[in-house]
């Protein structure tokens, strides 16, 4: 089975099988979105909230202002509908304890991208996010199964 990496900034989007992987999910996010029906399936690895300095992105999977409008374009030419569209989320951590809000990255980019999604209107199905734990994600285009690993846990299902 094809497996195909999401690094730090990147979007991926598969149809039909192989599995997109996200490693090291400590403040970044991993934004999964799936058309069950057409079986696309798109992921976004998230490192920052938002694009401050605005205009032309090279790497919109980088902000969570960017990312799903990016992800629902590349997703869309591959047969998805937008209307069909679902979400799931793993990562968003705080790994070191800095003491200012302003300093959780993490929930920054965890709350950017549920606003996001709303304003998309696309809902979100499932999510582990926030905490002090690193993730990795694993996502099953063929059969939209999304696991979510923590070291010295068993995975859990989304």
């Given amino acids: 089975m ?6 730090i900034g990147e979007i991926q989007v598969l149809k039909q099988r192989g599995r997109l992987v ?6 970044c996010v ?49 047969g998805a509908q937008k209307r069909r569209l679902t979400a799931k989320m793993a990562g968003g951590s705080q790994l070191f304890s800095y003491g200012a809000p302003f300093m959780d990255v993490g929930r920054q980019n965890v709350e950017a ?8 209107g696309i809902p979100l199905a499932g999510s582990d996010v926030l905490g002090s734990r690193g993730r990795k994600l694993i996502f099953d285009v063929a059969t939209g199964q999304v696991l979510v690993f923590v070291i010295g846990e068993d995975p859990v299902e989304l």
């Fill in 2 to 7: 094809k497996e195909v990496f999401v690094n």
């Fill in 113 to 120: 991208l549920q606003r996001e999604l709303q304003a998309a």
């Fill in 22 to 27: 996200a490693v090291g999910l400590g403040s």
């Fill in 30 to 78: 991993g934004l999964i979105l799936y058309d069950a029906l057409a079986k696309v399936g798109g992921m976004a690895h998230v490192f920052l909230p938002t694009n401050k300095r605005g205009g032309a992105n090279e790497h919109p999977g980088k902000f969570a202002d960017t990312a799903i409008l990016a992800m629902v374009e590349q997703m869309t030419s591959l």
